[in-house]
């Protein structure tokens, strides 16, 4: 690996941490407070959502450098900081599953560190943006049509889907590193890009989607059918029309390790992902 994918990667992995560490903050704000706007008051909950932040401006800056399957896996991985810190800070019970469940995602995040291979920059055609941003209003309209009908189960696939949308926007997104260094020059382009709207959509229905589907549903299973959709569809998706690339000779590995992520559906069930989310689920 050369310097810039190495920095890219250690953004992805500081913004699964910085997950992780924002779902524990905000579960003791919620333990601190007296009800639900006490708690949105509270300066953990608030540091919380700080991290939140930090961790998806982290998370774009990675998709600069790294392949889409790539950076989503790793942030797949907060769930494994999620159970540890929760298990440290809220005493939260890990079974043995769970422990087994952190071990299979740190080497799978480690196969697919190794196994990416160069990417170069993306030139969105007009049919990558317009696809995208078709997507955008499609995946909105359908979450409607979910919420309507109160699935939580479709919400959460549904909130998976945008959240990997927002992905592939930031990763397409025709941004150089030289043109970035003039500031006026770089919001005036990302104001006139259609994919900095298609990534704002996206995300947007991605936040309303995945807080209906906690308040209608459990909060492991959610959680669980969320990562897996936002890990697997993008990746393909990344591979197939962003032409993110792996190693020669690695592509099974590569496979397996995005597919031994379904690990944070047993991660989703853990009783420490429940304290540490459960005062999301009670909106």
């Known amino acids: 690996m050369t310097v810039a994918p190495v920095a890219a990667l250690a953004f992805a992995v500081a913004a699964a941490v910085s997950y992780g560490a924002g779902s524990v903050t905000q579960a003791l704000a919620a333990r601190r407070s007296t009800g639900t706007l006490h708690a949105l008051r509270h300066p953990l909950y608030i540091a919380g959502l700080g991290c939140d932040l930090l961790a998806w401006l982290a998370s774009l800056v990675a998709l600069r450098t790294l392949a889409v399957y790539q950076v989503q896996a790793v942030l797949a991985g907060s769930l494994a900081v999620t159970v540890l810190a929760a298990r440290l800070l809220l005493a939260a019970r890990i079974r043995r599953r769970d422990c087994a469940a952190v071990a299979v995602t740190v080497l ?20 990558i943006r317009f696809g995208l941003v078709a997507a955008t209003v499609l995946v909105a309209v359908c979450g ?16 998976g889907l945008a959240f990997g949308g927002a992905a592939l926007c930031a990763r397409a997104l025709p941004l150089s590193a030289p043109a970035m260094r003039d500031v006026p020059a ?19 229905t991605g936040m ?3 807080a209906h589907a906690l308040q209608h549903g459990q909060v492991g299973p959610v959680t669980a059918v969320l990562w897996i959709v936002e890990v697997i569809a993008p990746s393909a998706i990344g591979i197939a029309v962003l032409h993110d690339t792996v190693r020669a000779g690695w ?8 597919l031994a992520t379904a690990a944070a559906a047993v991660l989703a069930t853990a009783p420490a992902t429940a304290a540490a989310t459960a005062h999301t689920a009670g909106g």
């Open 144 to 159: 409607w049509v979910a919420a309507r009908a109160g699935s939580p189960g479709a919400s959460a696939a549904l909130a």
């Open 186 to 204: 770089v919001l005036g382009a990302l104001a006139a890009e259609p994919l900095t709207w298609a990534l704002a959509g996206f995300g947007v």
């Open 251 to 258: 592509a099974p590995y590569a496979v397996v390790a995005v």
């Open 208 to 210: 309303l989607l995945y």
């Open 108 to 127: 799978a995040l480690t196969v697919l560190a190794l196994s990416a291979g160069p990417q170069d920059q993306v030139r969105p055609s007009a049919m």
